[in-house]
């Protein structure tokens, strides 16, 4: 009874207090009538508001009272108005075009414009306003669309149109194809330090799926000197009142408006060049603070941006106190196309209720994101109320249609039919893409390889088949976990060796332990520098072999994972019995400038008889340790996900060979430590990477080739490139049982050189730079020095190579980074 008394009291309250909540809602347009989109709407001397949605109607949630409720947007007037609330209220607001005045002009005896002398006061109090508050929370709902404009019916063999109906789109493949809305708490320490929970998340289409929109990520800060948006620019982009902005910009004084008692110059921006990362538009400044008022301003393909033609920006900013003005709201608009695709969509953010003098756990700022697992669980009504965005015809029509496939996406019966359609197996598949089968009810997929990946050719085997099949099956669709397993079948039509092998992964708490065993024919550089198909090329049709091969059956267990942060170990147990092969054919397409095989020794060519080693067996231990001094992470529904850190990875490892146990014949101990980090930011002057590493064998009682430390060399035009790879050097001459160390240091100048030039800045290359180092003492300081061009993951270098200062190598390289 009790319980029942409580029941009704609490539902009693909670209606009363939905009762007590009314909304302000209502149009707002220009003199025209024609809608003013994305308006930001808020309460005088408050952080509360809201934000008009793309056709200009806006909507906001406030208790019954006496409100002074401002519209501002940029280019406009801003318009105020008194309501004393009492009801849900519609009110309409037309506004009327900002007249900036530009009075009697002071040109200095430079002829320069005053904005210059307005600009140079924002830059010198750029740092205290980027400062000035050192802390704060805030709530920010995220809006984020995109719309495909036009699609080609087919692309690369898969049907568009019927991709397109199962994404919701019409039938000339147009509509929403991301609809998502987030409402996040997002708390900021100075300097830069943030962290985001988000509270809420919908998402068009799907019932389980976590939005995409991340605060963090929309978070655009003018007074930093840069804005690094990774993917979208190589190089980062030039804020207009950075500290060497006038380098990058002109600026032109357009007028002044006063508003709220405050003196606003209105600046017109424009790059100095065409092809700097700089952006165009306005940026407004208040006179005397020299704050940033507003900013409009967008980027264009000019600036070398990638995948979009444009991108426009549009902040907003409010006065928390006397001293203090914060965000209000960020816009990205954006259109582009590839391949046949135009797209078009924007993300918005509206920010609230500020808190400037929060309180915070001790290491919250560890932790950038965290997304719960209940954080798709809210209901239309709770959207409703929160939304200060609303929703327009068309997203209110998405959200309705897709709300429907979700609930069929997720049954067996549509799961089972796309499975029908997918799994269809066509002889093509067979030969070029291998055959895939899928299983999404149960989580399977199973893959067979194609049968133009599993042909090569070299002269120890002959024609080789070397065909694999895989599993996998993820089992925990919340944590992610799976388990996989994998066999290979190698023949070798030459020497008529059968091998085979199998491998499984299996989760063990969180870590995975991996299980081999088997028999293959293997490259003696257990980098495997050059691949099966590219040696095939060349054995064929250069008569030049240049992988060597050995027939590897073992046994192995390795244990790998994250033991805490950023300190990452795994431990491997291997025997192996190691036999080398003899060539078994002379056989090519073509004999070109009297090409002759080498054997399979590589340190005596001329000789095929002569093995490189005796047949041997070996049981080694290998562990392996990293630190990368990340403390960074970020929580999904399925688990963290540890960032990368701002420090270099130091790396151990040690091998230990043992000898007398299960007929081992090795007895050796090696010792190596590494130093990396990949893409440190110079600013406008690109990205650097180096590879330090250093070993030496304590013990070299008994050991063979195989066992010896080997470097990821190069001889040939094609190259896997890579941050611990050579250019030049031989693929196993070079090898060591003693001691080695080794340097690699590459430069990316991001377009800074090429940018200049139209060509090849339009086809958007970077300049690469390359030096790497090698001391053993079978070969003494050898160098090289590389530089090239790069396109995505493809480059083409010209290198030369060096040992103590004698040119003994050089040549053009192309390669593949992955």
């Given at each position: ?17 939905s ?10 347009t ?40 401002r519209?501002?947007a ?12 009492r ?26 414009d ?5 600009i ?22 995220i809006?984020?669309l ?5 699609a ?19 039938s ?12 996040s708490?997002l ?10 929970e ?16 991340r ?26 009142i ?11 004084l ?7 008692g ?15 990362p ?21 980027i264009t ?33 954006f259109?582009?196309?590839l ?38 669980k ?13 929703l ?17 996406r997720?049954?067996?019966a ?8 997918t ?16 299983n ?39 944590t ?31 870590f ?72 078994s ?19 005596v ?23 990368d ?12 996900r540890?960032?990368p ?6 790396g ?5 060979g ?28 690109g ?55 080794e340097?690699?240091?590459e ?14 800045r ?8 390359d ?19 790069q ?8 290198g ?10 050089n ?8």
């Open positions: 009874m009790r319980f029942a008394f409580t029941f009704i009291l609490f539902t009693l309250f909670y209606w009363s207090a009762a007590q909540s009314t909304t302000l809602s209502g149009k707002v220009d003199q025209s009538g024609k809608p003013v989109p994305f308006v930001s709407v808020y309460i005088k001397n408050t952080t509360k508001g809201a934000s008009a949605n793309s056709e200009g109607d806006y909507s906001l949630q406030l208790q019954p009272g006496n409100y002074d409720v519209y501002k940029v280019g406009y007037k801003q318009e105020s108005r008194s309501v004393n609330l009801s849900s209220t519609v009110l309409n607001v037309t506004l009327t075009a900002e007249i900036y005045e530009l009075n009697a002009v002071t040109i200095n005896a430079k002829g320069e005053p904005a210059y002398a307005i140079r006061k924002a830059i010198r109090k750029r740092k205290a306003h980027l400062s000035e508050t050192k802390s704060y929370t805030c709530e920010v709902y809006k984020g995109q719309k495909l404009l036009s080609p019916k087919k692309f690369m063999g898969a049907d568009i149109n019927q991709i397109g109906r199962e994404l919701g789109l019409d000339n493949r147009r509509g929403i194809i991301y609809l998502s809305e987030s409402e708490k708390s900021y320490k100075y300097p830069g330090q943030l962290h985001e988000m509270i809420s998340s919908k998402f068009s289409g799907s019932n389980k799926m976590f939005s995409f929109n605060a963090s990520d929309a978070r655009v800060n003018f007074y930093d000197n840069f804005q690094n948006w990774q993917g979208l620019s190589n190089r980062p982009l030039v804020s207009p950075s500290d060497n902005a006038i380098f990058y910009y002109k600026y032109k357009l007028g002044t408006s006063t508003e709220n405050v003196l606003i110059n209105k600046i017109r921006i424009t790059p100095r060049r065409g092809y700097d700089c952006f165009e538009g306005y940026i407004y400044i208040i006179d005397g603070s020299w704050r940033i008022y507003a900013v409009d301003v967008y393909k000019r600036a070398n941006i990638n995948f979009v033609d444009t991108v426009r920006i549009n902040q907003q900013f409010l006065p928390i106190d006397s001293n203090r003005w914060m965000q209000a709201s960020n816009r990205y608009d259109t582009g196309g391949f046949g695709f135009r797209l078009k969509g924007y993300f918005i953010s509206v920010y609230k209720d500020y808190d400037l003098n929060p309180t915070f756990k001790k290491n919250e700022f560890n932790e950038i994101l965290h997304i719960p697992q209940k954080v798709t809210n209901d239309t009504d709770f959207w409703n109320q929160l939304r200060p965005v609303p327009t015809e068309e997203e209110r029509t998405d959200y309705k249609k897709k709300e429907i496939l979700a609930i069929k997720d049954s067996k549509y799961e089972d039919s796309l499975d029908k359609v799994n269809k197996v066509k002889p093509l598949n067979l030969v070029l893409s291998g055959v895939n089968i899928i999404r009810y149960k989580r399977e997929f199973y893959h067979l390889d194609p049968l133009i990946g599993a042909l090569s050719y070299n002269t120890v085997e002959g024609p080789v088949l070397n065909y694999g099949a895989s599993f996998r099956k993820r089992y925990d669709s919340v992610n976990k799976f388990l996989a397993f994998g066999a290979n079948l190698r023949y070798g039509f030459s020497d008529h060796l059968f091998d085979a092998n199998a491998n499984a992964t299996l989760p063990v708490g969180s995975y332990l991996n299980l081999a065993g088997g028999s293959n024919v293997v490259d003696l550089n257990n980098h495997e520098p050059i691949s099966s198909f590219v040696n095939s090329i060349y054995t064929l049709f250069e008569r030049e072999n240049y992988e060597k091969l050995y027939q590897k059956k073992f046994a192995s267990a390795s244990l790998s994972g994250r033991i805490t942060g950023g300190w990452q170990a795994a431990a491997t147990v291997e025997w192996a019995d190691h036999q080398w092969l003899p060539n054919t002379n056989y090519s397409l073509f004999s070109p400038d009297n090409h002759q095989f080498t054997s399979n020794n590589p340190f060519p001329e000789l095929n008889d002569v093995p490189l080693f005796q047949e041997y067996q070996s049981l080694k231990v290998v562990l392996r340790t990293t630190y001094f990340s403390n960074k992470y970020e929580t999904y529904p399925f688990g963290r540890y960032l850190s701002d420090y270099p990875t130091i151990l490892t040690f091998t230990k043992i000898k007398d146990v299960f007929g081992s014949d090795v007895d050796y101990d090696l010792l190596s430590a590494d130093i990396s980090k990949q893409d440190i930011s110079l600013g406008m002057y990205k650097t990477s180096f590879f330090l590493a250093a070993g030496k064998f304590l013990t070299a009682n008994s050991l063979y080739y195989p066992d010896y430390k080997q470097f990821s060399g190069n001889e040939i035009l094609f190259y896997k490139s890579g941050i611990n790879s050579f250019l030049l050097l031989d693929y196993y001459k070079f090898s060591t049982r003693t001691e080695y160390v340097g690699h240091l430069h990316n100048f991001s377009s800074f050189i090429t940018n200049k030039i139209p060509l090849i339009k086809l958007k290359l970077q300049e690469i730079v030096f790497n180092y090698l001391s053993t003492p079978e070969l003494r300081n050898y160098m090289e020095f590389g530089f090239g061009l396109y995505l993951n493809f480059r083409v270098m010209y030369e190579s060096f040992n103590s200062g004698s040119n003994i190598r040549g053009v390289r192309i390669g593949v980074s992955f």
